[in-house]
DNA sequence: CCCATATCTATAGTCGATACAGGTTTAGAC
DNA sequence: GTCTAAACCTGTATCGACTATAGATATGGG
């Protein structure tokens, strides 16, 4: 048995982001020692690091919910956990085309500007003009 | 002078987010009528246009605070302006890269998953054990 | 036995908004 | 002039996925 330290280590999770995930009910309550401090077994272990491989690769929270309870179930059809996967594929790849334009703007406004006074810095006048650029870029920035 | 209303439509950003943005300091308070509504004139159409534009192109309002604060000092040197570009570009080159290996890795899996049980699913399969991996694909996926 | 380290709980903060509640002002129709 | 619906006001809470802090308790090596 493992404490939460320990399983860390072992998983490269740091500590509190363990505790963390029991308190919103992806990893089930651990056991405790007498003095009331959490021990982890081999499978606990696997279970956290699913869920880090998962975060790694850009899946939610939610999702990996939903793809742990699938896993715990071997004898379905696997369909689920290939249509969250194919969502994450679809998600990142509008990302990638996303961060491709945003990409293409700045390498654009850095390389036409000549580096002298603001009042001429191609930086400053295409954030203030977006006619200046040569994408569509709309939509929140933050995905 | 324009109601917050028709400056959020001015510009597409959000009737709140505008009062966000005046809470947090990034637009200056703004002027009142005599029953307390917010008025703008012309300059705050700009100033928040190019706030749009460039969250649009993914900087942070940190960023954006200093952007415009370099905008209004138009004889200073741009090399500020453009070091924060510059950041910026190599923030998206760095996330580029990053999904460009996640994009992979999902490709991977879903391309080799018979789509059967799921005790034969390659996602599931994959996702508890990163020795399937092509790629490193380390630290967080948030960004 | 002592002490440094690890662990415990509970709470607050991060970023960039968005949603809601409950009240006031405004603009247009009559 | 009056009515009503829309827009506006403030303040607070929520989202996702953690991270940080404070103050108390437990553990392990010397
Ligand atoms: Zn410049
Ligand atoms: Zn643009
Ligand atoms: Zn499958
Ligand atoms: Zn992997």
């Known amino acids: ?34 003095g009331n401090q959490r021990l982890y077994d081999r499978p606990a272990v696997e279970r956290l690091a699913f869920i880090r491989h998962a975060r790694e690769l850009g899946f939610s929270l939610e999702d990996i919910r939903e793809l742990l309870a699938l896993a715990d179930d071997p004898e379905k059809p696997c369909a689920a956990a290939d249509l969250i996967a194919g969502r994450q594929l679809a998600a990142v790849n509008a990302r990638l085309r996303r961060l491709e334009a945003l990409r293409d703007e700045l390498q654009r406004m850095l390389a036409q500007c000549t580096s002298g006074r603001i009042a001429d810095c191609r930086v400053i006048e295409v954030l203030g003009n977006h006619a200046l650029c040569a994408h569509d870029h709309a939509e929140a920035a933050g995905a």
Chains 1, 2 share one sequence.
């Open 1 to 34: 048995m493992l404490s939460i330290g320990k399983l860390s280590g072992a998983t490269g999770v740091k500590v509190p982001t363990i505790r963390y995930y029991e308190q919103i009910g992806l990893l089930p309550r651990a056991g405790r020692s007498t």
